[in-house]
């Protein structure tokens, strides 16, 4: 007789990734870089390669260090993680288990989510307003930790450091983890976020390599904490999570803030010609400030299924608890092009249809 999962993972939907196009132009469902790595990444790799026989530093120490200069924090105050992922299970694992309490919004980040009902612990969902974390509300719950996504995912909007500097102070929550994986992309990133609230013991901040400085399919991703929660957590931590190649890689990256300034740019540039795109195509798009743009459609599934057909994946809002929307990722200059004759085909297609109906 096979043996029974435990009854509280029932509650738990497996997450579903983005669907890749027949072209890397054409995907973007994943909120993947379209610039891709900085060249020095595939230098660094190339070094370090022949060193992979040996295990890797297990709290990535140089890495680290160069992250805690860049942050202004000492290097004990950061976890590394085999991706932002990862880290959010340590934390459910540390401070949710056997009956904890999570408070995220409604739609929240998947891993969120399915880290808190992973350990057996109740997650308490705050619908959005006006598209955007409604911190308001989520202060009047009580629980263990309180995630705030900022800017959100999926919907790209941001609360100022001002309104979670209030939420912090206002909520009963005992740790609120603010993951910023997006905040490179944000309008104004030193001025939005939540780093400088680290210091008074209740704020951990999450960011990733995955997503500005292109390193997806490495899975490196960083805590800011208090020292107290870096110590718990490196105590449960598996001690290899992060591999030579992926720490090596991500020094790279670090060091080339030219490709970061660059990778910024298009994204900024190419999200508004996205936008415009989608507006001129009859569609309503959510102000973001990701790397993404959720865009609201009558018909969801018909709507992926056309731009699929022309080369081009989005992600449905239903796989991200949003219905009636879809969001796609800010593509490469090929990759808008793409976008936009698909939209123009369709248009071209629906008002064809139209006009064969009254003739009918």
Not at 1 to 24: C, F, N, V
Not at 165 to 178: C, D, G, I, N, T
Not at 199 to 222: C, E, N, P, W
Not at 331 to 356: D, F, Q, V, Y
């Amino acid at each position: 007789m096979p043996i029974a999962e435990r009854p509280w993972l029932d509650r738990i939907q497996a997450y579903r990734p983005g669907k890749h196009a027949t072209s890397p132009e054409g995907s973007m469902a994943s909120n993947e870089s379209p610039l891709g790595a900085s060249p020095a990444v595939a230098a660094a790799i190339a070094r370090t390669v022949d060193q992979v026989h040996h295990y890797p530093d297990p709290l990535a120490d140089e890495l680290r260090a160069e992250l805690a200069g860049l942050h202004g924090v000492d290097a004990d105050q950061i976890l590394i993680g085999n991706g932002s992922d990862e880290l959010i299970f340590l934390l459910a694992s540390a401070y949710l288990a056997h009956g904890g309490h999570a408070v995220c919004a409604d739609p929240a980040y998947q891993i969120d989510r399915i880290s808190t009902y992973t350990v057996n612990a109740r997650l308490t969902q705050v619908p959005l307003r006006h598209w955007a974390h409604d911190l308001e509300s989520m202060a009047d719950v009580d629980a263990d930790i309180a995630y705030v996504v900022n800017p959100h995912n999926p919907t790209g909007t941001v609360r100022s450091l001002t309104d979670i500097s209030r939420f912090v102070a206002q909520s009963p929550a005992q740790l609120v983890v603010v993951d910023e994986a997006y905040i490179d992309f944000a309008a104004n990133p030193a001025e939005q976020s939540a780093l400088p609230l680290v210091d008074g013991g209740r704020v951990a901040v999450l960011r990733t390599f995955s997503k500005i400085h292109g390193l997806a399919g490495l899975r490196v991703g960083y805590l800011v904490a208090d020292r107290s929660i870096i110590a718990t957590l490196q105590k449960i931590r598996a001690p290899f999570s992060v591999g030579s190649l992926g720490q090596a890689a991500a020094l790279a990256a670090l060091r080339d803030p030219a490709h970061k300034r660059a990778v910024r740019d298009h994204t900024l540039r190419l999200r508004t010609e996205l936008v415009r795109i989608l507006e001129q195509a009859g569609y309503t798009a959510i102000a973001s400030q990701a790397n993404f743009v959720l865009v609201e459609t009558p018909n969801e599934e018909d709507f992926v299924a056309r731009l699929f057909d022309h080369g081009v994946s989005v992600r449905p809002g239903t796989a991200l608890g949003v219905p009636g929307t879809v969001r796609i990722s800010v593509p490469s200059e090929r990759g808008l092009e793409l976008l936009k004759h698909a939209l123009e085909a369709e248009k071209t297609k629906t008002m064809s249809n139209a006009a064969a109906s009254g003739l009918a």
